[in-house]
């Protein structure tokens, strides 16, 4: 079983920053794409940022230059840095990763999501 847990998300201010953090673990033989996509309320789930196993990221227009998303592979973790928040960032967080685990194929998973609110 592969499982990815995140964790950082919280209350800021307008401006403010977080960090939010997702760690994969499980019998992980390979990790490919990782990523970060957002559901504001009422809305649908939309990609925020990914970053290959070589480091190529995509960023959505809206975080661009404000996000900036990481990745350390010996800990199978990918990191977002997030800065000059505003209230329309205000949704719940989702880890993503492309895995292929230990006598299986390559799957997406899905971390439980972490709630980010943006409010004065």
């Known amino acids: 079983q592969v499982q990815l847990v995140e964790s950082g998300g919280g209350l800021v201010q307008p401006g403010g920053s977080l960090r939010l953090s997702c760690a994969a673990s499980g019998l992980i033989r390979n990790i490919n794409a990782m990523g970060w996509y957002r559901q504001p309320p009422g809305k649908e789930r939309e990609l925020v940022v990914s970053i290959t196993s070589s480091g190529s990221t995509n960023y959505a227009d809206s975080v661009l230059g404000r996000f900036s998303i990481s990745r350390d592979h010996a800990k199978n973790t990918v990191y977002l840095q997030m800065n000059s928040l505003k209230p329309e960032d205000t949704a719940v967080y989702y880890c993503?990763?492309?895995?292929?685990?230990?006598?299986?194929?390559?799957?997406?998973?899905w971390g439980q999501g972490t709630q980010v609110t943006i409010s004065s």
């Open positions: 993503n990763a492309e895995v292929r685990p230990f006598g299986g194929s390559w799957s997406n998973y």
